[in-house]
């Protein structure tokens, strides 16, 4: 019997149906249609490049396996997607894509030196056992530089990130650090520097880890013994890029350990790229030899997008997954979300979402009602030293009697208060807590919570101000 693309395609669909969950299978691969099958190459429509890039991301190896079996180990997928976001009276119309050619980072072969090191050097990412250092860049091909929209929030980091790119190792910006808050792009940017170089030096090795997954990785050193066999691998990488060096806040062992690491990599030429939720002046409980040398480059901030890049980032989202709406409909969204490009593009997906999976036209009703749904789902990332400014301003402190070692009774309870708060919002250990709300330790940050909650029992009055307090931190 011939096969054709309806076959071959049900094929598919019954093996799929075997492998996935009940709602996936409804959600992302009832809708889809088999269109032509020529020599090895199976056409299927979408509705939209969002459904498009949705399946490259979460299904494509189930995908490829499926159609293997079906037509062989040359089998080729290609998608036709039919636009069905448009507006007025435009017709709709179809664009073809293959299915995504980007090969993963490849793995990077590196020639340990024996001498004075252990011979079986051991590489942290990796189960022990295994001989040959092979190492992950763990980096994300899918973070580019041509998807990081420059504006004037972001274009003195990502033109230094270009210029380390070009010259790794080579410039007056070693280290880079990237710093700003939450969702402005510093992992994107972070990750768009160690795609580039590795495009320009193949034979670089480049290394993307978070600090929390370094940590984990030195302590498990410390345990095992073999602290010089971690010093010694990452003294290999041409390009470190920590994400998140806040986190080694207060970790004193990780701090040592990476201040050799960095010595050793400024000394001999390598790159450092770093990021961070604040500057170096504003960290806390990092050492001071440290922190001078995250100085010794350039630090660079990543502002809140404006007007104008926010209007950019949307259309470049839009164009990307093939969908076309209304300009009013782009700058409602660009004015109603100004905190971050995270948030910005969670909204407009949402938006294209909606009208894709339910057929519905883009209307500002429909961008009005997912705007107004997200913006209220978004929470606040509530930091030590946003708690302390509430709590200052509400007792019309400032900040050093705040933090002062005074024992005057309602400058005691507002700070017993920045420490209940700090606990009930914050990830931060107790000992975190004590040290940035007026260098006091973990006990004292305890008995604060302690009174905190006794108080609120008993006195009517201060069970008001910390009402009042959580909801100026919930607003």
């Given at each position: 019997m011939n096969k054709t693309a309806q076959s071959v395609w049900e094929n598919c669909l019954s093996f799929i149906k075997d492998n996935i969950a009940d709602q996936a299978y409804k959600t992302w691969f009832e809708p889809i249609k088999s269109v032509e099958l020529t020599d090895n190459a199976l056409y299927?429509?979408?509705?939209?490049?969002?459904?498009?890039?949705?399946?490259?991301?979460?299904?494509?190896?189930?995908?490829?396996?499926?159609?293997?079996?079906?037509?062989?180990?040359?089998?080729?997928?290609?998608?036709?997607?039919?636009m069905e976001n448009t507006y007025g009276n435009k017709q709709p119309f179809t664009e073809q894509l293959p299915s995504a050619n980007r090969v993963p980072m490849k793995p990077q072969d590196v020639d340990a030196p024996y001498k004075n090191l252990n011979p079986?050097?051991?590489?942290?990412?990796?189960?022990?056992?295994?001989?040959?250092?092979?190492?992950?860049?763990?980096?994300?091909?899918?973070?580019?530089?041509?998807?990081?929209?420059?504006?004037?929030?972001?274009?003195?980091?990502?033109?230094?990130?270009?210029?380390?790119?070009?010259?790794?190792?080579?410039?007056?910006?070693?280290?880079?650090?990237?710093?700003?808050?939450?969702?402005?792009?510093?992992?994107?940017?972070?990750?768009?520097?160690?795609?580039?170089?590795?495009?320009?030096?193949?034979?670089?090795?480049?290394?993307y880890i978070s600090a929390e997954i370094f940590t984990q990785q030195y302590i498990d050193s410390v345990k095992k013994n073999n602290r010089n066999d971690f010093i010694h691998f990452y003294q290999l990488i041409d390009v470190l890029i920590i994400d998140d060096v806040q986190f080694l806040s207060g970790k004193s062992g990780t701090q040592d350990v990476f201040f050799h690491i960095f010595n050793y990599l400024h000394q001999n030429g390598k790159q450092v790229i770093l990021t961070s939720d604040k500057a170096p002046v504003d960290m806390q409980d990092i050492e001071q030899r440290l922190l001078s040398r995250f100085k010794w480059g350039l630090s660079a901030e990543l502002h809140q997008p404006d007007y104008e890049t926010r209007i950019s980032i949307l259309k470049n989202i839009l164009y990307r997954d093939g969908v076309e709406i209304p300009d009013e409909i782009i700058e409602y969204v660009a004015r109603n979300i100004k905190s971050n490009v995270r948030e910005l593009e969670g909204a407009i997906i949402s938006l294209i979402a909606q009208s894709s999976f339910n057929k519905k036209e883009v209307t500002l009703e429909l961008a009005k009602s997912v705007v107004e749904k997200f913006v209220k789902n978004v929470k606040r990332e509530i930091s030590i030293d946003y708690i302390q400014k509430i709590v200052s301003d509400y007792f019309q402190l400032d900040l050093e009697t705040l933090q002062s070692k005074t024992r005057k009774r309602h400058i005691v309870q507002a700070r017993q208060l920045a420490m209940f708060f700090a606990k009930k919002f914050t990830k931060a250990s107790l000992a975190n807590i004590g040290s940035q709300i007026g260098d006091r330790d973990h006990a004292t940050v305890l008995h604060a919570c302690k009174t905190v909650d006794n108080l609120v029992a008993t006195d009517k009055q201060f069970k008001k101000f910390v009402e009042d307090i959580n909801k100026k931190l919930t607003l």
């Open positions: 299927i429509q979408v509705p939209s490049k969002f459904f498009y890039e949705w399946l490259e991301e979460h299904y494509v190896k189930l995908l490829k396996v499926a159609l293997t079996k079906e037509l062989g180990k040359n089998a080729k997928l290609l998608y036709k997607i039919k079986e050097l051991k590489n942290p990412f990796v189960i022990p056992g295994i001989r040959n250092l092979k190492i992950e860049s763990q980096l994300n091909a899918n973070y580019s530089f041509d998807n990081f929209l420059e504006g004037d929030s972001n274009r003195l980091a990502r033109s230094a990130g270009m210029a380390v790119a070009n010259k790794p190792g080579g410039t007056s910006f070693n280290p880079l650090l990237i710093f700003g808050g939450v969702g402005l792009g510093k992992t994107h940017l972070a990750h768009a520097i160690g795609v580039e170089i590795k495009d320009k030096y193949p034979e670089k090795t480049v290394l």
